[in-house]
């Protein structure tokens, strides 16, 4: 045989195993993780078809856009019902939706039997939910009808080059989906404002929510795993058989969460770090800055880094408006320079991690709008930015056989390009 023909039957012979090992990876992950079926959703407008009535003929469809200061009466009168039918209308919905809830700008959709009475009333409740109202034999029937809900499992993975949710957005996910990474999985270990590298990697294997067929967001984060300068941290889903929560482990069934979250704000821009001699900006002598100082924009969402008690919530000199709050183990926290203060949150208030204690501001002794993140360890000042936190308990022990098997069935699915790449790369001839 020539070589033109030998390169030939070698070249074909490796994308026929490429085919085959792309095939194998559909097949491998329907197998692990079979798309769940459409079912009845947890919550874009649905705009269900239209369905006739047995034996009638074809429905003519009105879809009314709700004017402002337009009533459901106004509405419905305009297009024919007499005050009877309205009253009928109302009276068959009470009990399945408050009709006064009906706002401007929103859609109803009529059906009418042409040149005849209306058969048919549908309004979308929410995104998965939409009211159904019909005419059947001289009596007015209403109930919730629900849109079709799919969660398929999906593999994400990038690699950083500015922010994580820059490398999502090139990906083609969406920005919750960042949120998602950091406060289920990563957001006790790695600083996503200070500690992200350009080249730092991740995997994602992630259920995404389809509504009759239509992207609407993320589920669950069901593995991920993260490479943050050369430090691998992996994150698996687990539920507890008995209690039905949910949480995330590494490998070895150690919790992923600590005491503490690494920040306060989710994404946002370190301007000036713990030092015992910074140059103030605004009185231009040294002092000691012991906090960290996190620029964003005025508004932006500032969440407790872990569960505690509200000591002080107010004006605090320099200090702005300013929330403190203390923590098992002998720490405190406080946020300063506030715009203002999370809802409920006021002296001897509990808090949880991850709760709303205000809204990055610029109040006190301040150039622009950021927050000053403090926290103490006994009394004392300690650095944010590099302070180690006791991880949370373990995965419990008689669950630990059952983890393993999931970490296994997980682990295939985040590896599995990986895998296959590095097979077709072994076919060099």
Request: aromatic fraction near 10%; proline fraction near 6%; glycine fraction near 8%.
């Amino acid at each position: 045989m020539g070589r033109a023909k030998l390169n030939r039957a070698r070249a074909a012979a490796a994308a026929a195993v490429v085919l085959a090992a792309a095939a194998g990876l559909v097949v491998l992950v329907r197998v692990l993780f079979p798309p769940t079926p459409p079912a009845a959703p947890e919550t874009g407008p649905a705009v269900p078809v239209l369905a006739a009535p047995d034996a009638a003929p074809p429905l003519v469809e009105d879809r009314i856009v709700i004017a402002a200061r337009s009533t459901l009466a106004e509405i419905l009168k305009r297009r024919g019902f007499t005050d009877r039918e309205v009253h009928d209308l109302r009276e068959a919905v009470k009990p399945v939706y408050d009709l006064g809830r009906i706002r401007a700008g929103q859609e109803l959709r009529l059906a009418s039997l042409p040149d005849g009475p209306w058969q048919r009333l549908e309004y979308d409740i929410d995104e998965t939910r939409y009211l159904v109202v019909e005419r059947r034999e001289g009596r007015v029937e209403a109930k919730r009808e629900y849109v079709p809900v799919e969660f398929r499992p999906a593999f994400v993975s990038g690699v950083i080059e500015d922010s994580l949710i820059a490398a999502l957005n090139k990906a083609g996910e969406q920005d919750s989906l960042a949120i998602d990474i950091v406060e289920r999985c990563f957001g006790w270990d790695i600083d996503f404002h200070t500690d992200l590298r350009k080249g730092d990697t991740f995997r994602v294997f992630v259920e995404k929510r389809y509504l009759d067929g239509r992207f609407a967001g993320y589920r669950d984060i069901l593995a991920a795993e993260f490479v943050n300068e050369g430090r691998v941290y992996r994150a698996y889903r687990f539920v507890y058989p008995d209690t039905k929560a949910a949480d995330y482990f590494d490998e070895n069934g150690g919790s992923r969460r600590k005491d503490f979250l690494r920040s306060p704000l989710k994404f946002g821009r370190v301007t000036s770090r713990f030092t015992s001699s910074r140059l103030h900006p605004i009185h231009r002598i040294y002092r000691p800055h012991y906090g960290v100082d996190y620029a964003a924009p005025i508004g932006t969402p500032v969440q407790a880094t872990a569960d505690g008690t509200v000591t002080f919530a107010g004006r605090d000199g320099a200090a702005g408006n300013t929330v403190k709050l203390t923590h098992r183990n002998a720490y405190a926290t406080a946020y300063l320079h506030l715009s203002r203060f999370g809802a409920g949150v006021r002296k001897g208030a509990a808090i949880k991690g991850g709760d709303i204690v205000g809204y990055v501001g610029t109040t006190g002794d301040s150039t622009g709008p950021h927050l000053d993140y403090r926290i103490y360890y006994h009394g004392s000042p300690v650095n944010p930015l590099s302070h180690k936190f006791k991880p949370a308990d373990p995965l419990r022990k008689e669950f630990l056989e059952e983890f393993r098997k999931e970490v296994g069935r997980l682990g295939v699915a985040l590896r599995l390009p990986e895998v296959v790449r590095a097979y077709t790369a072994g076919l060099s001839f």
